[in-house]
């Protein structure tokens, strides 16, 4: 799978931007804040309908205008589709595929399927639990329809629960009105936990030996699911925590509650392992995820690297750096040096100069 054009107009700081990808390796350098990053905001927009960042959709429109376009060109097995992306001020965005308007944004899920590799990534372990669900969440939406409805239902079903308890309060009449919500969150969350549990497990049979290959063998990593209920039944424990919930106006278990442990031997590497430990498996985490998109899908994914060899020790540079061969990928970095040179293998180099983009080979 490789992205072959990206044209973007009005979006971020650029008014018209028209931009052929090598199916290998593309390299993106310039200064900071000169509309690097953007562009992979403007890809993985245009696989997965938001921004890597969180942003809204009216805050990625050029300054002073109303709608953003994004068009990309993707060939996936030899066959090409188009996807279209208007971003609008005051309304929802719109969306087409090959010229075919699409009516939910989640049908645009599992067309083009990327990863995006940040320097807050390298972070991910160290920050909260909201950054792991997430890390979960977007790859999981981008690899299986079923679980994207089931966690849309259930996040719906949340915010509505959630919108209840509030109103309950001095209203006990209300109360009753709780089970179909309870029946409801019951179902979709159990579905969503059993789909992330497979998923970690899926990861721990690759990331074992990643993680063991970047630390010479001294460490084994497991990733654990936990579950803000334990072993519980989630149907008992909405219950049990029904009038908690009430006090506190908020839905206090289930899957919007739940982490990933990540030990090294007995070691909770989130809560007791060093910086450099941490940073090492975040990047097992990302690497695995590539490995396990690909035995997933058949096919290789689109690989985003946004500054993140900047951040990386040698060894960990030469590591990255050999486990992506034969994947298209597209780096961001402030300037071509001499370490890249040496080692990449480099099909296209374009230099990004506030917001303007030249091909420099």
Request: hydrophobic share 35%; aromatic share 8%; net charge positive.
């Amino acid at each position: 799978m490789i992205i072959k054009s990206l044209k973007l107009k009005n979006f971020r700081n650029y008014d018209l931007l028209n931009l052929d990808f090598d199916s290998a390796t593309n390299i993106l350098y310039g200064d900071n804040a000169q509309g690097k990053t953007n562009i992979l905001e403007a890809i993985y927009l245009s696989g997965t309908t938001k921004s890597h960042r969180g942003t809204k959709d009216r805050d990625m429109i050029r300054f002073g205008q109303e709608e953003s376009h994004i068009e990309t060109v993707i060939e996936k097995k030899g066959i090409e589709f188009k996807t279209d992306i208007h971003l609008k001020k005051n309304s929802p965005k719109g969306i087409a595929i090959n010229k075919m308007p699409i009516r939910k944004a989640s049908e645009l899920f599992g067309v083009i399927h990327l990863v995006f590799f940040s320097p807050e990534d390298l972070n991910i372990i160290k920050n909260g639990p909201a950054e792991r669900r997430r890390f979960i969440d977007m790859e999981l939406s981008q690899l299986d329809k079923v679980y994207l409805n089931d966690l849309a239902n259930y996040n719906r079903i949340i915010n509505q629960r959630n919108k209840l308890l509030k109103d309950i309060y001095g209203r006990e009449d209300l109360i009753s009105t709780l089970d179909i919500w309870d029946m409801q969150m019951a179902h979709y969350g159990d579905r969503v936990m059993q789909r992330r549990a497979k998923f970690i497990a899926q990861i721990n049979g690759i990331i074992e030996n990643v993680h063991g290959k970047l630390t010479g063998g001294k460490e084994k990593l497991n990733l654990f699911y936990e579950k803000s209920i334990g072993d519980a039944d989630f149907s008992e424990a909405i219950l049990k925590n029904r009038e908690r919930d009430i006090r506190m106006k908020s839905t206090s278990v289930g899957p919007h509650r739940d982490d990933i442990c990540f030990k090294a031997g007995d070691l909770d590497i989130r809560k007791f392992g060093s910086q450099g430990q941490q940073r090492t498996a975040a990047l097992s985490l990302k690497l695995s995820e590539i490995e396990l998109v690909k035995l997933l899908i058949n096919d290789t994914p689109i690989l985003l690297l946004d500054d993140v060899l900047s951040e990386l020790d040698k060894n960990r540079q030469n590591y990255l750096l050999d486990s992506i061969s034969n994947i298209q990928t597209i780096v961001t970095c402030t300037g071509v040096d001499e370490f890249v040179n040496r080692r990449f293998l480099i099909n296209k180099i374009f230099h990004v100069n506030g917001g303007q983009v030249k091909k420099e080979n």
